[in-house]
């Protein structure tokens, strides 16, 4: 599959930063997780059970964005408020670690844009924006954590065996040193891929994957390479998602309120220049007419262009039946490309679904469509997305 105390002594506090791309640039707000007699006073805190409204909120003063038009993500997690209707999440459900990065996607309303564009909530507010000039990358000899487990096996990308440099033995057991397990991560984060897998091949792949927590530990990641993995981890995420456009001019990552909209309308821009602007979710260039449905631009696809790649991908032999080589989880529209292996899936949203004929576990999370080599009836190409 292809495709993050005792509260009366000690009040804990997140260090978070929100990730809003805008004109290749990032927009970062600071949250700290830390003692509260210890925070910045030029910084934002909020506490580590806070619910998702209230990071919402915080976004808001700082962006002026309003809380209904942002949906937040964490890696390949997007931050919800409810849990099977029992009860509202808080940030510390998410295992969001330390000076955790995350992405916010604007929610586009759909246009012609009609409201007074003069009022003050339309202001954009003084962010902190971080340019890549501005950034100071000094490469440093990296050391690793005392809790990591070290081996004296040899880097298996490298093959270094000296003694005296670190090197981490993964939950696989294979070895390997901080700064090579860095570059591998950048170079598999540069592919488009959503998950880190051992690269091991001796005498076989290993294939087995790790999890970025660990990562994070055995690679000693800097601050600023944490936010670079964990901010392409989420652009990836999204790249694949059904359903997620980018605004061509501010690039911010959108998704629509109303799925049938094709004329939508960028908060982002709007707020930036005070007057609507406007483009087409198909082709992804600026609104041209007054209809809602033709936006007058030439060759425009009219569709969604991962439908076009849902449609028109190869198929290939899973369990004996002629299948698309993609499909679309049926629950979330992550776009998942089968690899090898059998017909049961699990996608990142973590539901499971037949690749054949697309059902969904039931609620145990048992398949309805028998065992995992077993035939069953193949679904045709999806042009809908639930």
Not at 195 to 205: L, Q, T
Not at 355 to 377: D, H, I, P, R, W
Request: proline fraction near 5%.
């Amino acid at each position: 599959m292809k495709s993050y105390n005792d509260k009366r002594e000690t009040q804990m506090f997140y260090f978070l930063k929100i990730i809003i791309p805008l004109s290749n640039s990032e927009t970062r707000l600071l949250l700290y997780k830390d003692n509260l007699h210890s925070c910045r006073k030029t910084n934002t805190s909020i506490e580590e059970d806070a619910c998702l409204a209230e990071l919402k909120s915080l976004i808001h003063e700082k962006t002026s964005i309003s809380s209904e038009d942002m949906r937040v993500f964490y890696l390949s997690k997007e931050l919800t408020n409810i849990e099977g209707n029992e009860r509202e999440l808080r940030l510390s459900d998410y295992n969001i670690p330390n000076e955790g990065n995350l992405v916010v996607v604007l929610r586009l309303q759909p246009g012609p844009y009609k409201t007074d564009l003069t009022r003050e909530s339309w202001s954009v507010k003084d962010m902190d924006v971080v340019t890549p000039e501005k950034l100071e990358i000094i490469p440093l000899k990296k050391l690793l954590d005392p809790d990591v487990e070290l081996s004296s096996e040899p880097d298996m990308i490298t093959f270094e065996d000296d003694p005296d440099v670190q090197r981490a033995r993964m939950p696989c057991g294979h070895a390997i040193g901080a700064e090579s397990l860095t570059e591998y991560c950048r170079s598999v984060l540069s592919s488009g891929k959503l998950e880190f897998r051992c690269p091991h091949m001796n005498p076989k792949p290993c294939d087995e994957l790790w999890e970025f927590s660990f990562i994070k530990a055995c690679a000693a990641l800097t601050t600023e390479e944490q936010r670079e993995f964990e901010t392409k981890l989420s652009i990836n995420y999204l790249s694949n998602f059904i359903g997620m456009q980018q605004c061509s001019n501010c690039q911010s990552y959108c998704a629509r309120i109303n799925e049938k909209t094709v004329r939508t309308l960028c908060p982002i821009c709007t707020m930036k220049s005070n007057s609507a602007v406007e483009f087409c979710w198909s082709c992804r260039r600026t609104w041209q007419t007054t209809k809602t449905t033709d936006c007058g631009n030439l060759n425009c696809p009219s569709e969604d262009p991962k439908k076009k790649i849902l449609r028109e991908c190869n198929e290939k032999d899973i369990s004996g039946v002629k299948c698309p080589s993609i499909r679309a989880c049926p629950k979330c529209g992550l776009m998942i490309e089968h690899t090898d292996g059998c017909k049961q899936m699990q996608c990142t949203c973590t539901q499971k679904f037949c690749f054949l004929c697309l059902q969904m576990a039931n609620n145990q999370g048992s398949y309805v469509c028998g065992t995992n080599y077993n035939k069953c009836e193949r679904a045709p190409a999806q042009v809908e997305i639930a």
